[in-house]
């Protein structure tokens, strides 16, 4: 099973953090404080945040932006991953991705599941890759974003997770641009 290899030094990473959002300011973004405090509190890097609006095109350029920062390693957002039709993050999300972490989403189906039952059903939660950074889509509920980073990123997201994790990948997600 996943445990931490104490023998092993930490790395801090800088993760950037999204809310998507038609109607929230920073004072009211409970669920980016959430994510804050909770990389914060992992002693990772807070590289920035933004709070943008439900558009396709505004978050996928956002998204693109930070990717092409070599000071950001992983980009979380949170909201608009719902089925109505203002959310439309995980397309965005996949304008983006060059690869998607598929089990991402199931993962975080199954954890979903064991907190609010069959309700999981209509989270969209992605996952991916670009540029050599990570990106993950995360619903726009405090809860949701505690259960992906408590059960999956904050472990995925330390270099001494064992048997593997995120960390220790990072530097060869982008050897297929470095090829010549």
């Known amino acids: ?29 409970r669920s980016g404080d959430t994510l804050v405090g909770r990389i914060e509190g992992a002693r990772h890097i807070v590289a920035d945040r933004k709070i943008i609006q439900d558009e396709r095109d505004g978050i996928a350029d956002q998204l ?10 992983v980009v979380i957002s949170t909201g608009g991953t719902g089925l109505t039709g203002r959310d439309v993050t995980v397309e965005a999300h996949r304008d983006v991705y060059e ?52 059960e999956i990123l904050g472990l995925q997201l330390d270099y001494r997770h064992r048997p593997c994790n995120f960390v220790e990948i990072l530097p060869r997600l982008d050897e297929h641009l470095r090829r010549k």
């Open 64 to 73: 693109r932006a930070w990717c092409d920062q070599p000071d950001i390693d």
């Open 1 to 29: 099973m996943s445990r931490i290899d104490d023998s092993k030094d930490f790395l801090p990473i800088r993760i950037a953090v999204l809310t998507v959002s038609d109607t929230r300011s920073l004072d009211e973004d």
């Open 99 to 150: 690869k998607e972490i598929d089990a991402f989403g199931t993962v975080f189906t199954m954890v979903s599941f064991q907190k609010i039952g069959t309700s999981a059903v209509q989270s969209r939660a992605t996952g991916g890759v670009r540029n050599g950074t990570y990106l993950f889509a995360l619903p726009g509920s405090p809860g949701a974003c505690k259960d992906a980073w408590d």
